[in-house]
Nanobody
Framework: QVQLVESGGGLVQAGGSLRVSCVAS????????MGWFRQAPGKEREFVAA????????SYADPVRGRFTISRDNAKNTVSLQMDSLKPEDTAVYYC????????????????WGRGTQVTVSS
């Protein structure tokens, strides 16, 4: 079992930056690929970014590529998402998730989920 707790969400103006983080507890963090997903009201949960077990490989959804950066610190059991040049359409609940895959963008491949943190971008 892996427990995931997100933090760092909040309200920010368009064009601003925000960093959300996720702390994992339970089994060995470095055994898991990690991902960030988001869900806006009335929409399905969608992939945002993923990072491999060692952190050496990343993947991004097209809408956030070049603006968001995923990183991890295996010594601190933490994965983070730095979000720059935020847009109102980035408003959503952001979830971190863990997978036994090396790295994957598929929602169904993730076994453990946090409860999410709200990010609101005002125009």
């Amino acid at each position: 079992q892996v427990q995931l707790v997100e933090s760092g969400g909040g309200l920010v103006q368009a064009g601003g930056s925000l960093r959300v983080s996720c702390v994992a507890s339970g089994r060995t963090f470095s055994m898991y690929g990690m991902g960030w997903f988001r869900q806006a009201p009335g929409k399905e949960r969608e992939f945002v970014a993923a990072i491999s077990r060692s952190g050496g490989s990343t993947s991004y959804a097209d809408p956030v590529r070049g603006r968001f950066t995923i990183s991890r610190d295996n010594a601190k059991n933490t994965v983070s998402l730095q979000m720059d040049s935020l847009k109102p359409e980035d408003t959503a609940v952001y979830y971190c998730a863990a997978t036994t895959y090396w790295r994957t963008i598929a929602t169904l491949d993730y076994d453990y989920w946090g409860r999410g943190t709200q990010v609101t971008v005002s125009s």
